[in-house]
T-cell receptor, first 114, second 112 residues
Framework: GAVVSQHPSWVICKSGTSVKIECRSLDFQATTMFWYRQFPKQSLMLMATSNEGSKATYEQGVEKDKFLINHASLTLSTLTVTSAHPEDSSFYIC??????????FGPGTRLTVT | GENVEQHPSTLSVQEGDSAVIKCTYSDSASNYFPWYKQELGKRPQLIIDIRSNVGEKKDQRIAVTLNKTAKHFSLHITETQPEDSAVYFCAASINTGNQFYFGTGTSLTVIP
């Protein structure tokens, strides 16, 4: 299966600053990556679908100007949380898809906004 | 869009007993149903999946059943062990490569 990494694994930032999270597909060229958010003791909620070379598709209720997604290559997608606030504190997980076997998740990034 | 419901939200069983988690879905076009196990602070790990052309699939102590007519599928874990303790998520998707719609999760505790 695909090997997916995320960086950083955890980050603490101050309110009002921006944070960039990287998702890398290490052994697989991913035309599509997904970004999920997971609050404590809750399920994974799809935020957006990241398509290589084109604009991301955001789920209803997700602010595209706040959560900037860039999928510039087949192995890298980035999620930037702009002007972060404490309510943005969450576990962010990316995944890459393979049409034949499904999705592979990254290890996640825990964001804490103080 | 797809709506996936999962029950129960918490489940405690004695070691060695069986555990059953049930999910329902709303979109009849969904044809791929994976189950994930997630330990605290870690990524979800695929443990078993089933496609709509199959009614049941088994892998050692884990099995999944699917009823397309009723739009529900279930995870069965037999001979539970303490290391089975985790949160389990079901999901539904149209084909394997599209976005997953996850259930709300079941926190399973296996009591030694």
């Amino acid at each position: 299966g695909a090997v997916v990494s995320q960086h950083p694994s955890w980050v603490i930032c101050k309110s009002g600053t921006s944070v960039k999270i990287e998702c890398r597909s290490l052994d697989f060229q991913a035309t599509t990556m997904f970004w999920y958010r997971q609050f404590p003791k809750q399920s994974l909620m799809l935020m957006a679908t990241s398509n290589e070379g084109s604009k991301a598709t955001y789920e209803q209720g997700v602010e595209k100007d706040k959560f900037l997604i860039n999928h510039a290559s087949l192995t890298l997608s980035t999620l930037t949380v702009t002007s972060a606030h404490p309510e943005d504190s969450s576990f962010y997980i990316c995944s890459v898809r393979d049409w034949s076997v499904g999705q592979y998740f990254g290890p996640g990034t825990r964001l804490t906004v103080t | 869009g797809e709506n996936v419901e999962q029950h129960p939200s918490t489940l405690s069983v004695q070691e060695g007993d069986s555990a059953v988690i049930k999910c329902t879905y709303s979109d009849s076009a969904s044809n791929y149903f994976p189950w994930y196990k997630q330990e605290l602070g870690k990524r979800p790990q695929l443990i078993i999946d089933i496609r709509s052309n199959v009614g049941e699939k088994k892998d050692q102590r884990i099995a999944v059943t699917l009823n397309k007519t009723a739009k529900h599928f279930s995870l069965h874990i037999t001979e539970t062990q303490p290391e089975d303790s985790a949160v389990y998520f079901c999901a539904a998707s149209i084909n394997t490569g599209n976005q997953f719609y996850f259930g709300t999760g079941t926190s399973l505790t296996v009591i030694p």
